[in-house]
């Protein structure tokens, strides 16, 4: 009985002979090279979906992966291509995490699909999308941001002169007058403040039970509302300020769809009154239904405002 070998020509072989009569087999060998990257799959495809999910400090983000790794070296190319979907952070529906600005976020990526930076005219946060350009590991971005920056100073200097100048052209003494609710120097040299009104809003919910006793869930507030003028707003509350859902909107502005980044109602307060708030009116409404169909537990929701004001 003559010899028979085996042959699988897809993969290199390393060949065995059974001696004593005995069928040689072959068996594949694995290759020496290594993938490209941890998460490649041998067919040249990836282990992350086609489609991502990112949550980024708080903010949903559904982009193509292919836009993820659009900029090679960069932070997201790295956390995308080199490591595997297990190894990164992820919240509690699955989504990657990452703690980051989320509203600014959204510069990012645009950046990111066509390469171009496009800035809305109104732009304050020039500094700080910088700052997380410089995160992400985007240098054409950082270069790009930065001579925007000087850009936009000369700009604003230039038209700080030209005011200058057509104020000072201008022949009636009243026309030169600050306007009550601007900025304008005191006496003393300090900055004044500017007059105006913020109201506060939020809508919670509290049980009763029998004998109207109010359980550990009394007043418990979902979101404080900030509605009025949207420099007047940023002064106060700052960085606490989440302007996710009115972005890019002008300081001269009002607005009603800003809400805070915490939820006490007494943090709020002492924010306004440091800032020489005062409150001048509260209203509020509310409903009551049953927790249950046989229980006795009632369910209060109720909405309430406080108007505040600078003189």
């Not at 990112?54 to 982009?63: A, D």
């Not at 989504?95 to 950046?111: C, S, V």
């Not at 920056?149 to 003494?173: L, Y």
Request: proline residues 6%.
């Amino acid at each position: 009985m003559s010899d028979i070998y085996i042959r699988q020509p897809a993969f290199p072989l390393v060949w065995f002979y059974l001696g004593g009569g005995g069928v040689p087999c072959s068996l594949p060998r694995a290759e020496m090279a290594l993938p490209d990257s941890p998460c490649d799959l041998p067919n040249g495809e990836t282990a992350f979906p086609a489609v991502v999910e990112l949550n980024v400090g708080g903010q949903v983000y559904v982009t193509r992966h292919r836009t993820l790794v659009a900029v090679p070296d960069s932070l997201l190319w790295d956390m995308f291509s080199r490591k595997k979907p297990k190894d990164l952070p992820k919240d509690s529906k699955g989504r990657f995490f990452l703690d980051r600005d989320g509203f600014l976020f959204r510069y990012i990526l645009d950046y990111m699909r066509d390469l171009k930076l496009i800035l809305p005219d109104y732009f304050p946060e020039r500094c700080r999308l910088q700052r997380e350009a410089e995160y992400f590991q985007l240098r054409e971005l950082v270069g790009q941001l930065s001579a925007k920056e000087g850009k936009a100073g000369e700009r604003w200097r230039s038209d700080q002169e030209e005011g200058d100048r057509d104020a000072d052209k201008s022949s009636p003494a009243t026309l030169s007058l600050p306007l009550a609710s601007s900025a304008s120097p005191s006496s003393d040299g300090t900055q004044a403040r500017r007059s105006g009104y913020i109201t506060v809003g939020y809508r919670g919910s509290y049980t009763i039970g029998r004998d109207c006793q109010a359980d550990a869930k009394f007043r418990r507030v979902a979101r404080i509302t900030v509605c009025g003028k949207t420099s007047l707003a940023k002064e106060v509350f700052g960085e606490n300020l989440n302007e996710s859902r009115d972005p890019d909107r002008p300081p001269e502005r009002y607005t009603s769809r800003y809400y805070l980044k915490f939820n006490f109602l007494e943090q709020a307060f002492d924010l306004l009154a440091e800032a020489g708030f005062h409150m001048l009116a509260c209203s509020s409404t509310g409903t009551c239904a049953y927790a249950s169909d046989q229980g006795e537990d009632k369910i209060w929701t109720s909405y309430t405002e406080y108007v505040f004001s600078r003189e």
